[in-house]
């Protein structure tokens, strides 16, 4: 397990201790029942309670699908807790919609130039080129966290990582790829030494190293990474859709899996 998801995580849970200990103090053992009545209407309850949510958030952001999570030996173990925080829909645009007309009607009732820049900058964003934070959040959903059984990976595989699954995820498809290609050659160089053969003579080499069958497997099918990397770097008329990006993704993810 990395050192920085342990921290996070830690303290995540100490936060929603805290909070639920403050909540029975206040309101008592039932008092998820007394929130929403009068006697939960205070600040005191309320400062609690956004703790409280804040802490399930931060539990899930310790979820997310780039964190690399060692030494676990049965994901549904902790699994459960990418539940939450997790919505059936993500009307992000809709509501960036009615803050920029909020704002707009605001400036113009009431000369308001803060309401006016307000206004201005989330029109700008809801036109930015391939803003698309609805589709990131449900594709954020579909991918799990990185459950391997060693201590961790390299640092520089953990910063690669992440880079290859947001690009999958903000839909850029092609980076996605030629990502998950540099780590497969990366971790092969780390283990067998930088040379210049050709990657799928590498990981044919490296696949003889290993007798378990599932393992031999997990290396092969890096060829298919690499393949599809060839596609979009040497045939411009060539771009990978959603689909061949989480393919390469999912094979990237297996392999390190298999090697750490």
């Given at each position: 397990?990395?050192?920085?998801?342990?921290n996070n995580?830690?303290k995540a849970?100490?936060?929603?201790?805290?909070?639920?200990?403050?909540?029975?103090?206040?309101l008592?053992?039932?008092?998820?029942?007394?929130?929403?009545?009068?006697?939960?209407?205070?600040?005191?309850?309320?400062?609690?309670?956004?703790?409280?949510?804040q802490?399930?958030?931060?539990?899930?952001?310790?979820?997310?699908?780039?964190?690399v999570?060692?030494?676990?030996t049965?994901?549904?173990d902790?699994?459960?807790?990418?539940?939450l925080?997790?919505?059936?829909?993500?009307?992000i645009?809709?509501?960036l919609?009615?803050?920029?007309?909020?704002?707009d009607?605001?400036?113009r009732?009431?000369?308001?130039?803060?309401?006016?820049?307000?206004?201005?900058?989330?029109?700008?964003?809801?036109?930015?080129?391939?803003?698309?934070?609805?589709?990131?959040?449900?594709?954020?959903?579909?991918?799990?966290?990185?459950?391997?059984?060693g201590?961790?990976?390299?640092?520089?595989?953990?910063?690669?990582?992440?880079?290859?699954?947001y690009?999958?995820?903000?839909?850029?498809?092609?980076?996605?790829?030629?990502?998950?290609?540099?780590?497969?050659?990366?971790?092969?160089?780390?283990?067998?030494?930088?040379?210049k053969?050709?990657?799928?003579?590498k990981?044919?080499?490296?696949?003889?190293?290993?007798?378990?069958?599932?393992?031999?497997?997990?290396?092969?099918?890096t060829?298919k990474?690499?393949?599809?990397?060839n596609k979009?770097?040497?045939?411009?008329?060539?771009?990978?859709?959603d689909?061949?990006a989480?393919?390469?993704?999912l094979?990237?993810r297996?392999f390190?899996?298999?090697?750490?």
């Amino acid at each position: 397990m990395t050192r920085s998801y342990e921290n996070n995580w830690t303290k995540a849970i100490n936060k929603l201790i805290n909070a639920n200990n403050k909540l029975k103090d206040i309101l008592g053992e039932d008092w998820i029942k007394k929130i929403y009545t009068q006697e939960g209407r205070t600040n005191e309850v309320q400062n609690a309670v956004e703790e409280w949510d804040q802490a399930f958030i931060d539990m899930r952001s310790c979820m997310a699908p780039h964190s690399v999570i060692g030494g676990i030996t049965d994901e549904n173990d902790v699994d459960g807790w990418r539940e939450l925080g997790k919505r059936d829909k993500y009307p992000i645009i809709d509501k960036l919609e009615m803050a920029r007309f909020h704002y707009d009607e605001q400036a113009r009732d009431y000369d308001d130039e803060d309401a006016r820049e307000c206004a201005d900058l989330l029109a700008m964003l809801l036109k930015f080129p391939f803003f698309q934070p609805d589709a990131w959040f449900k594709k954020e959903d579909e991918m799990k966290p990185l459950y391997i059984k060693g201590a961790g990976v390299p640092d520089w595989l953990l910063g690669r990582y992440k880079e290859a699954v947001y690009a999958y995820i903000y839909g850029f498809n092609n980076a996605a790829i030629s990502i998950c290609r540099s780590i497969v050659e990366g971790i092969i160089g780390n283990k067998i030494g930088y040379n210049k053969l050709e990657l799928r003579r590498k990981i044919e080499f490296y696949m003889s190293s290993f007798k378990d069958e599932k393992q031999k497997t997990a290396v092969w099918n890096t060829n298919k990474v690499n393949t599809l990397a060839n596609k979009i770097l040497h045939d411009v008329s060539q771009s990978a859709n959603d689909n061949r990006a989480k393919q390469a993704l999912l094979i990237t993810r297996d392999f390190i899996k298999t090697i750490y």
